[in-house]
Protein backbone atom coordinates (compact mmCIF):
# COMPACT_ATOMS: atom_id res chain seq x y z
CA UNK A 1 0.00 0.00 0.00
CA UNK A 2 1.33 3.19 -0.69
CA UNK A 3 1.25 6.12 1.22
CA UNK A 4 0.30 9.80 1.45
CA UNK A 5 3.85 12.03 1.84
CA UNK A 6 2.45 14.04 4.73
CA UNK A 7 -0.79 13.70 6.80
CA UNK A 8 -1.08 14.34 10.65
CA UNK A 9 -3.03 11.29 11.11
CA UNK A 10 -0.22 8.86 12.36
CA UNK A 11 -0.71 6.94 9.09
CA UNK A 12 1.21 8.66 6.24
CA UNK A 13 4.73 8.54 5.90
CA UNK A 14 6.58 9.67 8.33
CA UNK A 15 8.57 13.36 7.66
CA UNK A 16 11.08 15.18 9.54
CA UNK A 17 8.33 18.02 9.06
CA UNK A 18 6.04 15.24 11.23
CA UNK A 19 8.22 14.53 13.50
CA UNK A 20 8.78 18.41 14.34
CA UNK A 21 4.80 18.35 15.07
CA UNK A 22 5.10 15.03 17.50
CA UNK A 23 7.93 17.15 19.65
CA UNK A 24 5.00 20.29 19.76
CA UNK A 25 2.34 18.36 20.95
CA UNK A 26 4.33 16.20 23.16
CA UNK A 27 3.92 12.98 21.43
CA UNK A 28 7.14 10.64 22.24
CA UNK A 29 9.34 9.53 19.00
CA UNK A 30 9.92 5.73 18.98
CA UNK A 31 13.21 5.02 17.02
CA UNK A 32 15.38 1.87 16.43
CA UNK A 33 18.08 0.53 14.11
CA UNK A 34 18.10 -1.94 11.42
CA UNK A 35 20.18 -3.22 8.95
CA UNK A 36 18.46 -5.90 6.61
CA UNK A 37 14.93 -5.64 4.61
CA UNK A 38 13.23 -8.21 6.91
CA UNK A 39 13.94 -6.78 10.19
CA UNK A 40 13.20 -3.19 8.73
CA UNK A 41 9.84 -4.55 7.26
CA UNK A 42 8.56 -5.74 11.03
CA UNK A 43 10.14 -2.44 12.47
CA UNK A 44 7.44 -0.29 9.82
CA UNK A 45 4.73 -2.70 10.72
CA UNK A 46 5.13 -2.28 14.38
CA UNK A 47 4.44 1.66 14.12
CA UNK A 48 8.28 3.03 14.72
CA UNK A 49 8.41 6.27 13.35
CA UNK A 50 12.05 6.25 12.55
CA UNK A 51 14.68 3.73 11.41
CA UNK A 52 17.89 4.40 11.75
CA UNK A 53 20.66 2.43 9.21
CA UNK A 54 23.06 3.17 11.76
CA UNK A 55 27.05 1.98 11.62
CA UNK A 56 26.46 0.41 15.14
CA UNK A 57 26.25 -2.54 12.43
CA UNK A 58 29.73 -2.82 12.52
CA UNK A 59 29.30 -4.14 16.47
CA UNK A 60 25.99 -6.23 15.49
CA UNK A 61 26.13 -7.50 12.48
CA UNK A 62 29.97 -7.20 11.35
CA UNK A 63 31.34 -8.54 14.92
CA UNK A 64 34.18 -5.54 15.77
CA UNK A 65 34.42 -3.49 18.59
CA UNK A 66 34.16 0.26 17.36
CA UNK A 67 32.28 1.94 14.62
CA UNK A 68 35.01 3.64 13.24
CA UNK A 69 36.17 0.90 10.44
CA UNK A 70 32.36 0.83 8.78
CA UNK A 71 32.61 2.11 4.98
CA UNK A 72 30.54 4.20 2.73
CA UNK A 73 29.75 0.85 1.08
CA UNK A 74 29.16 -0.82 3.73
CA UNK A 75 26.73 1.95 4.90
CA UNK A 76 25.10 2.25 1.56
CA UNK A 77 24.35 -1.59 0.87
CA UNK A 78 22.68 -2.08 4.46
CA UNK A 79 20.91 1.15 4.25
CA UNK A 80 19.22 -0.29 0.51
CA UNK A 81 18.34 -3.37 1.69
CA UNK A 82 16.63 -1.24 4.44
CA UNK A 83 14.56 1.24 2.48
CA UNK A 84 13.22 -2.20 0.61
CA UNK A 85 11.20 -2.93 3.58
CA UNK A 86 9.87 0.33 4.67
CA UNK A 87 6.59 2.26 3.77
CA UNK A 88 6.04 4.77 6.49
CA UNK A 89 9.00 5.22 8.97
CA UNK A 90 11.20 7.87 8.14
CA UNK A 91 14.65 5.72 7.22
CA UNK A 92 18.23 7.58 8.38
CA UNK A 93 21.58 7.03 6.90
CA UNK A 94 24.41 7.23 9.16
CA UNK A 95 27.18 8.72 7.50
CA UNK A 96 30.33 6.24 8.38
CA UNK A 97 33.73 7.62 10.62
CA UNK A 98 35.93 9.96 8.15
CA UNK A 99 33.07 10.25 5.01
CA UNK A 100 32.39 14.09 6.55
CA UNK A 101 35.11 15.23 8.57
CA UNK A 102 37.33 15.69 6.02
CA UNK A 103 35.85 18.70 4.30
CA UNK A 104 32.24 19.57 3.15
CA UNK A 105 33.14 18.78 -0.42
CA UNK A 106 33.37 14.64 0.58
CA UNK A 107 30.31 15.31 3.60
CA UNK A 108 28.19 16.51 0.33
CA UNK A 109 28.82 13.87 -1.85
CA UNK A 110 28.79 11.33 0.74
CA UNK A 111 25.28 12.06 2.08
CA UNK A 112 24.25 12.34 -1.91
CA UNK A 113 25.35 8.62 -2.10
CA UNK A 114 23.41 7.79 1.13
CA UNK A 115 20.10 9.22 -0.37
CA UNK A 116 20.93 8.25 -4.31
CA UNK A 117 22.27 4.83 -4.08
CA UNK A 118 20.39 3.76 -0.83
CA UNK A 119 17.18 6.28 -0.77
CA UNK A 120 17.73 6.95 2.25
CA UNK A 121 15.45 10.17 3.40
CA UNK A 122 18.46 11.31 5.79
CA UNK A 123 21.27 11.09 6.97
CA UNK A 124 23.10 11.23 10.53
CA UNK A 125 26.32 12.70 11.40
CA UNK A 126 28.25 13.02 14.86
CA UNK A 127 29.50 16.19 16.40
CA UNK A 128 28.58 19.93 16.88
CA UNK A 129 29.67 23.63 15.97
CA UNK A 130 32.50 22.42 13.99
CA UNK A 131 30.28 20.67 11.71
CA UNK A 132 28.30 23.84 10.77
CA UNK A 133 29.05 24.37 7.19
CA UNK A 134 28.92 20.80 6.41
CA UNK A 135 25.40 20.55 7.80
CA UNK A 136 24.06 23.86 6.31
CA UNK A 137 25.37 22.56 3.16
CA UNK A 138 24.00 18.67 2.99
CA UNK A 139 20.71 20.45 4.06
CA UNK A 140 20.55 23.05 1.11
CA UNK A 141 21.28 20.48 -1.25
CA UNK A 142 17.95 18.99 -0.34
CA UNK A 143 19.04 16.15 2.04
CA UNK A 144 17.85 16.53 6.04
CA UNK A 145 20.23 15.73 8.67
CA UNK A 146 20.21 14.77 11.88
CA UNK A 147 22.93 15.31 14.43
CA UNK A 148 24.45 13.59 17.10
CA UNK A 149 25.98 14.60 20.76
CA UNK A 150 27.01 13.23 23.70
CA UNK A 151 28.99 9.95 23.61
CA UNK A 152 29.97 9.89 20.05
CA UNK A 153 30.96 6.17 19.24
CA UNK A 154 33.04 7.50 15.97
CA UNK A 155 35.21 9.00 18.40
CA UNK A 156 36.45 6.29 21.10
CA UNK A 157 39.82 6.38 20.57
CA UNK A 158 39.73 9.92 21.80
CA UNK A 159 37.59 9.08 24.75
CA UNK A 160 39.25 5.66 25.59
CA UNK A 161 35.86 4.64 27.37
CA UNK A 162 32.10 3.81 26.39
CA UNK A 163 31.40 5.58 29.84
CA UNK A 164 28.67 8.49 30.22
CA UNK A 165 29.80 11.75 29.01
CA UNK A 166 28.85 15.42 29.77
CA UNK A 167 29.97 14.95 33.48
CA UNK A 168 32.08 18.13 34.07
CA UNK A 169 30.55 21.52 33.85
CA UNK A 170 32.61 22.15 30.76
CA UNK A 171 31.68 18.78 29.00
CA UNK A 172 27.77 19.79 29.55
CA UNK A 173 28.19 23.16 28.70
CA UNK A 174 29.81 22.40 25.25
CA UNK A 175 26.93 19.43 24.56
CA UNK A 176 24.56 22.29 25.11
CA UNK A 177 26.15 25.20 22.87
CA UNK A 178 26.48 22.11 20.31
CA UNK A 179 22.63 21.35 20.14
CA UNK A 180 21.84 25.11 19.74
CA UNK A 181 24.56 25.25 16.93
CA UNK A 182 23.26 21.69 15.31
CA UNK A 183 20.08 23.33 15.13
CA UNK A 184 21.09 27.08 13.77
CA UNK A 185 23.16 24.55 11.16
CA UNK A 186 19.62 22.64 10.16
CA UNK A 187 19.13 19.82 11.45
CA UNK A 188 16.14 18.32 11.89
CA UNK A 189 16.42 16.40 15.30
CA UNK A 190 19.19 15.32 17.45
CA UNK A 191 20.37 12.10 18.83
CA UNK A 192 21.86 12.39 22.77
CA UNK A 193 23.41 9.63 24.05
CA UNK A 194 24.51 8.30 27.35
CA UNK A 195 24.55 11.67 29.12
CA UNK A 196 23.15 13.18 32.44
CA UNK A 197 19.17 13.41 32.31
CA UNK A 198 19.08 16.62 33.78
CA UNK A 199 21.09 17.56 31.21
CA UNK A 200 19.44 15.67 28.23
CA UNK A 201 16.46 17.47 29.88
CA UNK A 202 17.91 21.04 29.60
CA UNK A 203 19.03 20.54 26.05
CA UNK A 204 15.53 18.82 24.99
CA UNK A 205 13.75 22.02 26.42
CA UNK A 206 16.51 24.72 25.13
CA UNK A 207 16.16 23.54 21.16
CA UNK A 208 12.22 23.56 18.66
CA UNK A 209 14.09 20.27 17.22
CA UNK A 210 13.30 16.83 18.34
CA UNK A 211 15.67 15.56 20.69
CA UNK A 212 15.84 11.85 20.67
CA UNK A 213 17.65 10.28 23.82
CA UNK A 214 19.40 7.06 24.21
CA UNK A 215 20.89 6.53 27.43
CA UNK A 216 20.02 10.08 28.44
CA UNK A 217 16.31 9.78 30.06
CA UNK A 218 12.86 9.98 29.83
CA UNK A 219 12.33 13.85 29.45
CA UNK A 220 14.01 13.71 25.40
CA UNK A 221 11.12 13.58 22.79
CA UNK A 222 11.71 10.04 21.80
CA UNK A 223 14.41 7.34 22.76
CA UNK A 224 16.18 4.91 19.89
CA UNK A 225 17.77 1.76 20.81
CA UNK A 226 20.04 -0.87 18.98
CA UNK A 227 17.50 -3.15 17.77
CA UNK A 228 19.95 -6.11 18.47
CA UNK A 229 20.50 -4.94 22.32
CA UNK A 230 16.66 -4.50 22.71
CA UNK A 231 15.80 -7.94 21.09
CA UNK A 232 18.85 -9.53 23.23
CA UNK A 233 20.05 -10.96 20.04
CA UNK A 234 23.54 -9.25 20.89
CA UNK A 235 24.36 -9.41 25.09
CA UNK A 236 28.00 -8.84 25.09
CA UNK A 237 27.47 -4.90 25.96
CA UNK A 238 25.22 -4.62 28.73
CA UNK A 239 24.60 -0.83 29.39
CA UNK A 240 21.94 -0.12 31.99
CA UNK A 241 19.92 1.97 29.48
CA UNK A 242 19.43 -1.14 27.26
CA UNK A 243 15.98 -2.32 27.91
CA UNK A 244 16.13 -6.35 26.83
CA UNK A 245 12.52 -6.83 25.31
CA UNK A 246 13.31 -10.24 24.68
CA UNK A 247 16.13 -12.76 24.64
CA UNK A 248 16.44 -13.68 21.00
CA UNK A 249 19.53 -15.21 21.84
CA UNK A 250 18.37 -18.10 24.04
CA UNK A 251 15.38 -18.51 21.97
CA UNK A 252 17.74 -18.93 18.44
CA UNK A 253 20.37 -21.67 20.39
CA UNK A 254 17.18 -23.12 21.59
CA UNK A 255 16.07 -23.76 18.13
CA UNK A 256 20.14 -24.49 16.70
CA UNK A 257 20.06 -27.33 19.33
CA UNK A 258 17.12 -28.61 18.84
CA UNK A 259 17.49 -28.34 14.80
CA UNK A 260 20.93 -30.30 15.34
CA UNK A 261 19.88 -32.95 17.52
CA UNK A 262 16.48 -33.72 14.76
CA UNK A 263 19.18 -33.84 11.81
CA UNK A 264 21.30 -36.10 13.97
CA UNK A 265 18.65 -38.53 15.44
CA UNK A 266 16.94 -38.73 11.87
CA UNK A 267 13.94 -36.85 13.39
CA UNK A 268 14.16 -34.24 10.97
CA UNK A 269 12.91 -34.29 8.19
CA UNK A 270 9.82 -36.24 8.65
CA UNK A 271 7.52 -38.27 5.63
CA UNK A 272 5.27 -34.70 6.10
CA UNK A 273 8.21 -32.68 5.03
CA UNK A 274 9.23 -34.89 2.11
CA UNK A 275 8.05 -35.12 -1.20
O1 LIG B 1 24.80 3.60 15.02
C1 LIG B 1 23.84 3.61 15.80
O2 LIG B 1 23.14 2.61 15.98
C2 LIG B 1 23.56 4.84 16.51
C3 LIG B 1 22.53 4.76 17.61
C4 LIG B 1 23.21 4.23 18.81
C5 LIG B 1 21.88 6.04 17.85
O3 LIG B 1 24.14 5.85 16.25
Redesign the pocket.
Known amino acids: MSQSPESDSGIGKVTTNRLRKMKERGEPIAAL?AYDMIMARLLDEAGIDLI?V???VSTVVQGLDT?VTVTMEHMVYHASLVRRGVERALVVG?LPFMSYQVNSDEALRNAGRMVKEAGVEAV?LEGGEWLGETIERIVRAGIPVMG?LGLM?QSIHKYGTYQVRATTSAEAEEVRRDALALEQAGVFAI?L?KVPRTLAAEVTASVSIPVIG?GAGPECDGQ?L?THDMLGICTRFNPRFVRRYARLDQEMARAFHSYVGDVKSHEFPSAEESY
Do not use: A, F, N, Y
Open positions: TLGDSTDKHPVEIIV
